[in-house]
């Protein structure tokens, strides 16, 4: 056991109630394909069997899932905020003023030094000067809500 692990038992779970669907939904689909043999339908028990069986496990995984491990679910709002402004996604947005390969250029860099997309932006000589840009192409909020930063400082 490693010290501070924390159990993921709840998300096996759920992927083994979804294991279990799926065989379900197989047995399913082929039942139907072989219970109607002389229209006397001998296999909608086992079809009605498992269809059922299935809506209970999902009910009581989606249940159990819910109490245990998601209500009272807190994001590290800093470590998300960490985590965006490494990510070399964020360089899509300098494509809308600078073309894509400079901003390719720029992740490349930002990626092979270890820096942030901002930090190597900001060292470009096409936003030298230009902090301000950056930041609104670089905001991660104004890349998801609602358009891009580059949408709203008139790049193209």
């Known amino acids: 056991m490693m010290p501070g692990k924390v ?17 379900n939904d197989s047995t399913i689909a082929w039942s139907a ?12 028990p086992v079809m009605a069997f498992n269809l059922l069986q299935s809506a ?11 109490t245990k ?20 996604s964020l360089s899509t947005a300098l494509a809308t003023v600078i073309g894509y390969d400079l901003a390719a250029r720029i992740a490349q860099s930002a ?6 997309v901002r930090e190597v932006a900001l060292e470009h000589p096409e936003f030298k000067g230009q902090p301000e840009l950056v930041s609104r192409l670089l905001d991660p909020r104004g890349q998801t809500e609602g358009g891009t930063g580059a949408a709203r400082t ?3």
């Open 33 to 44: 394909a072989l219970g109607s043999n002389f229209e006397l339908n001998v296999m909608q």
């Open 69 to 88: 491990c998601v209500l009272g679910l807190k994001a590290n709002a800093r470590r998300c905020a960490e985590q965006v402004e490494q990510s070399l």
């Open 56 to 66: 209970d496990l999902i009910a009581r995984v989606c249940h159990l899932f819910t």
């Open 7 to 23: 159990n993921p038992v709840l998300c096996e779970s759920v992927m083994q109630v979804a294991a279990q669907v799926v065989g």
């Open 154 to 156: 008139g790049g193209h």
């Open 111 to 116: 990626s092979e030094t270890g820096r942030t």
